[in-house]
């Protein structure tokens, strides 16, 4: 008797968990082909592993609190940028599909009057950030995915709390998985008692109650620096070392990090203060009120920001736009490539249409997963002449798109299913030759310290790597 009752409750709930993972809005074919098949083959597992990463759930009440603070928020930038001379964007026609989605994502429009420049490295970055710091008069926002207490990071800490001594409010934000060593530290209490609001993004607390309150590997995978809302910095830049001892066997990560002034700079500003109210309970709002700085001549700029509270398809459209875009060249970075199948196809469509298209991915990844999964994409890749080249000079972990000589994405997201639907993410679009020739440089310093990898590289694999690669990439749906 027991033992029927047993089977008979295994399998109502099997059935409900199948019932539910194949009735789950907006989610992708394939992902709900690959769970199905995990809940058939492996039950009790699969039920289990569904339950706690089957879906994108940051948890019901920070949810709510997330959609309340968006719907409250002004706009980034409150006077029609059309009819404001300096802040009118101005592009080309064929730039239009992709301002016009990104305006969709955030509601920022494209706007005009923004100066940038690159970073030579990352320890020259922050060098920078923390003069800008140690200059500031109002205020400094912080939020950053991995901040470490190593060299880098201390140089932060320090100007926080200098600036925090001469009466400029400081707020930083930390990942509470990514940033979890420095949290944990008494560098975290110090910061705080020297007068910065610190607060932890996404905190874990008890790893066993955290499963009922959402997902534990949702994460805030930002970088944002805004300084007086007249300097922000974005890029794929950690508050670390290039070392970053964390995963020295990797090192040194190769990032890339701009600083920007200009309206663009209210956006970022924008999405920092929705984070912090959605996390803490003080209005800033008032920030966003201040009265604009209009610029007399510069580049047009759009910040999209993605995350569990958007739509979940939003981060793969802005790549998908961006590499229909492309006309001439189309040169990519990322250290993660797990894409989904329409992404690959417009990949693979940029090549076959004469686009000469380029990917640097890293040869060794801190992701043995993600890894496998990307090579199981290379035959079709190089079959429509994408030109692929893996990095040997470290953890090539820059995020960075160019299309033809003008425009340029850089940002936090990768490539990959946790970029699109998991993670927080933060990026800008630009329409600028000279910074993007700027980017392109560094993009063929990547590709000068690459091997390309050809078709007969990937048939000479042993049947192993290929079934191994394969049988990884078929999971990539639920990567």
Same mark, same amino acid.
């Given at each position: ?16 968990? $199948? ?33 706690? &990463?089957?879906?994108? #759930?940051?948890?019901? +009440? ?43 994502? #955030? ?23 923390? @003069? ?19 060299? #880098? ?9 200098? @600036? ?34 610190? =607060? ?16 534990? %590997?949702?994460? #805030? ?33 190769? *990032?890339? $990090? ?6 663009? =700079? ?14 803490? *309970? ?76 380029? =990917? ?5 990844? %801190? ?41 340029? &994405? ?5 490539? %990959? ?14 329409? %600028? ?17 690459? +091997?390309?990898? +050809?078709?007969?590289?990937?048939? @000479? ?19």
């Amino acid at each position: 008797m027991w033992v029927t009752l047993g089977i008979t409750l295994h399998i109502v709930l099997e059935i409900a968990v $199948l019932m539910r993972a194949i009735l789950r809005p907006y989610r992708d074919p394939e992902s709900r082909i690959a769970w199905v098949v995990v809940i058939l083959v492996l039950p009790v597992i699969g039920m289990i592993g569904y339950l706690l &990463l089957g879906e994108t #759930n940051i948890g019901r +009440k920070r949810a709510q609190k997330s959609k309340e603070v968006l719907a409250s928020m002004p706009p980034a930038i409150s006077v029609d940028c059309g009819e404001t001379p300096g802040l009118k964007a101005v592009f080309p026609e064929r730039c239009e599909p992709v301002f016009r989605l990104g305006q969709t994502i #955030n509601g920022f429009p494209p706007v005009g009057g923004n100066s940038a420049r690159l970073m030579p490295d990352s320890n020259s970055g922050i060098d920078t950030m923390v @003069a800008d710091m140690d200059a500031a008069t109002d205020h400094v926002h912080v939020l950053f995915y991995i901040w470490l207490a190593d060299t #880098n990071g201390l140089k932060v800490v320090e100007a926080l709390k200098r @600036a925090a001594g001469r009466g400029v409010t400081c707020r930083a934000m930390a990942d509470g998985l990514g940033s979890r060593a420095l949290i944990r530290s008494g560098l975290w209490q110090d910061l705080i008692r020297s007068g910065v609001q610190a =607060v932890v993004a996404l905190p874990i607390g008890n790893p066993f109650m955290r499963a009922f309150q959402g997902r534990i %590997d949702l994460r #805030n995978h930002r970088k944002i620096v805004v300084i007086d809302n007249h300097i922000t910095y974005s890029g794929s830049q950690n508050c670390a070392d290039p070392e970053f001892r964390v995963k020295p066997r990797y090192a040194p990560w190769v *990032d890339i $990090l701009m600083r920007f002034e200009g309206p663009i =700079v209210r956006q970022n500003q924008h999405i920092f203060i929705a984070d912090w109210m959605a996390s803490v *309970d003080e209005d800033i709002r008032h920030i966003l009120e201040v009265p604009i700085t209009t610029p007399t001549v510069g580049f047009t700029a759009q910040a999209i920001a993605t995350g569990p509270t958007v739509r979940n398809s939003a981060m793969p459209e802005t790549f998908i736009t961006l590499m229909h875009a492309a006309h001439q060249k189309l040169f990519i970075t990322t250290p993660y490539y797990v894409p989904n199948e329409s992404m690959q196809a417009a990949l693979c469509t940029a090549a076959w249409r004469g686009v000469e298209t380029t =990917v640097i991915f890293p040869a060794r990844n %801190d992701s043995w997963q993600v890894a496998a999964a990307s090579r199981s994409y290379y035959r079709e890749l190089l079959k429509s002449g994408v030109r692929i080249y893996e990095y040997t000079g470290g953890l090539l972990h820059t995020k960075s798109m160019t299309v033809d000589q003008d425009i340029c &994405l850089i940002g936090s997201a990768n490539m %990959d299913r946790r970029s699109f639907e998991l993670n927080f993410e933060n990026n800008i679009v630009f329409f %600028d030759r000279s910074l993007t020739a700027s980017m392109q440089e560094r993009q063929q310093a990547y590709l000068d310290a690459s +091997k390309q990898v +050809k078709m007969a590289d990937v048939r @000479a694999w042993s049947m192993g790597r290929r079934l191994w690669n394969n049988a990884v990439g078929m999971m990539s749906p639920l990567l």
